[in-house]
């Protein structure tokens, strides 16, 4: 079973910046895409940003063009880098694979292991 490990998570004033980690304990899948979901108090879980094993990557509207999520395959790990962080970022971040075949899309009944979150908050 594959194990994924969040971190990097904290509290941050707005403006600033967060880099999130999510190690997997497996990357040999020949196909597959690692998401990071958040979910914020009495909200429900949305997804954030998503990338292939292709390296092509998908983004939320709402973090488009502040947030970009990376690979490095070496080290089974994932990144979020998360730039000029706003309030309504404050959430638990959870990222989670999705190993089946493609296509892939930001639905979390798509995936099939998902880490323990991260929790993010920002203070105005």
């Known amino acids: 079973e594959v194990q994924l490990q969040a971190s990097g998570g904290g509290l941050v004033e707005s403006g600033r910046s967060l880099r999130l980690s999510c190690a997997a304990s497996?990357?040999?899948?020949?196909?597959?895409?690692i998401a990071w979901f958040r979910q914020a108090p009495g909200k429900e879980r949305e997804g954030v940003s998503l990338?292939?094993?292709?390296?092509?990557?998908d983004y939320a509207d709402s973090v488009n063009g502040r947030f970009t999520i990376s690979r490095d395959v070496a080290k089974n790990t994932v990144y979020l880098q998360m730039n000029n962080l706003r309030p309504e970022d404050t959430a638990v971040y959870y990222c989670?694979?999705?190993?089946?075949?493609?296509?892939?899309?930001?639905?979390?009944?798509?995936?099939?292991?998902w880490g323990q979150g991260t929790l993010v908050t920002v203070s105005s």
């Open positions: 990338i292939r094993n292709t390296g092509t990557t």
């Open positions: 497996d990357f040999s899948f020949d196909d597959w895409a």
């Open positions: 989670a694979l999705d190993w089946g075949p493609p296509p892939y899309a930001m639905e979390s009944w798509e995936f099939d292991y």
